[in-house]
């Protein structure tokens, strides 16, 4: 019984059977001259195509990536290269890919609620003339809570008219990492206002290593990766024709029935946090309104967490403490830790993320096995 989906998906058969015949008859290297690679190479700009459609943008705004992390350095790194000195501004809770390369800069970090969400007004006090990026993630990986991106776009673009009257001449970019929303959120750049965004295929039933960063046309950033001058000149390497295409399929599956899969998540969501409820010390983790259809997060009084996820696992329940990318780290949650809740508390936390699959049976058992575990 597989309850981690916010740590990776499964391949979705679908998009396996567009991705296979990149291994084998069309594998030819899209930057080539001869006839065959350059149908490869039409193949390729088809799905950055496709990706572009489904955001509302333009082909030339979509960079294929080998992941999440890699789109996230290259938004955080590559503006704060292009901007030497400046300043950039994250959310206290982003994932580490976007915490870990901001370190490298000058940043300060946007506080949120104890629910876990972050205010667009405090988010425009903390922004100085040497602001030149702000990044705040769609949908948290730990506790699922969305952030107001879309209101502090409207914000930032008064922030910006003002700069200009005052004849500041720096620009303003908003990233937003947006990995974990794709299966349930609306992603096109336009309505949300962002002027990067990452995303992961890895986390839309596609392959792992495979995502894309939106950059908007006129947005100054340095490559991280240089080399042969693929994908624009933004990130080098023969490009992956096979993760593009299954990229770009899952993608677009997601997007297409995430109305379906968040009214059903939602309801199965709720459900698990109802029976929960019953269970001794269980404490619900940020807000419940605003939260992803498939993400239940508990603390549960003076149990170690380590313990109970060993006897889940065991019983055939995989679940999480955490985000899958921080697990090695014995720190306890950045995430909980900036929604206030104690280091004691932290590691008695739990995740659990629904999936494709999942089944209200699912769910009890789950639950079942858990009383089990706390006592």
């Given amino acids: ?60 705004e979509i960079i294929f990536t080998a992941g999440g992390t890699e789109a996230n350095n290259l938004a955080i790194r590559g503006v704060m290269d292009a901007f030497a000195g400046k300043r950039l501004l994250i959310s206290s809770i982003e994932h580490d890919s976007v915490l870990m390369p901001a370190r490298h800069y000058r940043y300060g970090e946007i506080p949120v609620s104890g629910e876990g969400v972050a205010s667009p007004d405090q988010i425009i006090s903390m922004i100085d003339d040497d602001t030149v990026l702000v990044s705040l993630m769609l949908a948290n990986n730990e506790v699922g809570s969305l952030q107001p991106v879309r209101q502090l776009a409207q914000k930032l673009q008064h922030l910006r008219d003002d700069r200009r009257k005052r004849g500041v001449n720096l620009p303003l970019y908003l990233h937003t990492d947006a990995c974990q929303a794709g299966n349930y959120l609306d992603l096109h750049v336009s309505r949300l206002g962002v002027d990067m965004m990452t995303l992961n295929g890895g986390k839309l039933y596609g392959p792992k290593q495979s995502g894309a960063l939106y950059i908007k046309a006129g947005v100054q950033i340095s490559p991280q990766i240089l080399g042969g001058g693929q994908e624009r000149g933004k990130r080098s390497g023969t490009e992956n024709l096979a993760f593009a295409v299954g990229f770009a399929h899952a993608l677009g599956q997601a997007q297409a029935s995430r109305h379906d899969w968040q009214r059903a998540h939602e309801e199965l969501r709720d459900y698990m946090f109802e029976q929960l409820s019953a269970l001794p010390g269980v404490v619900a983790n940020g807000s419940r309104s605003q939260r992803l259809a498939n993400n239940i997060h508990i603390t549960i009084d003076g149990v170690d967490n380590e313990r109970v996820l060993f006897y889940l696992d065991e019983h055939g329940v995989m679940a999480a403490a955490g985000s899958a990318c921080s697990a090695s780290n014995e720190e306890p949650s950045h995430v909980l830790r900036a929604m206030g809740v104690s280091d004691r508390d932290a590691q008695a936390s739990l995740r659990f993320t629904l999936g494709r699959a999942t089944t209200r049976a699912d769910i009890d058992q789950a639950v079942k096995l858990l009383a089990e575990a706390i006592a």
């Fill in 1 to 60: 019984m597989y309850l981690d989906h916010a740590a990776a998906t499964p391949v979705d058969s679908d998009v396996l059977a567009v991705m296979l015949p990149y291994f084998t008859e069309k594998y030819y290297n899209p930057s080539a001259t001869y006839s065959a690679a350059q149908t490869a190479r039409k193949e390729l700009e088809a799905a950055r195509s496709s990706v572009a459609q489904i955001l509302g943008t333009r082909s030339n």
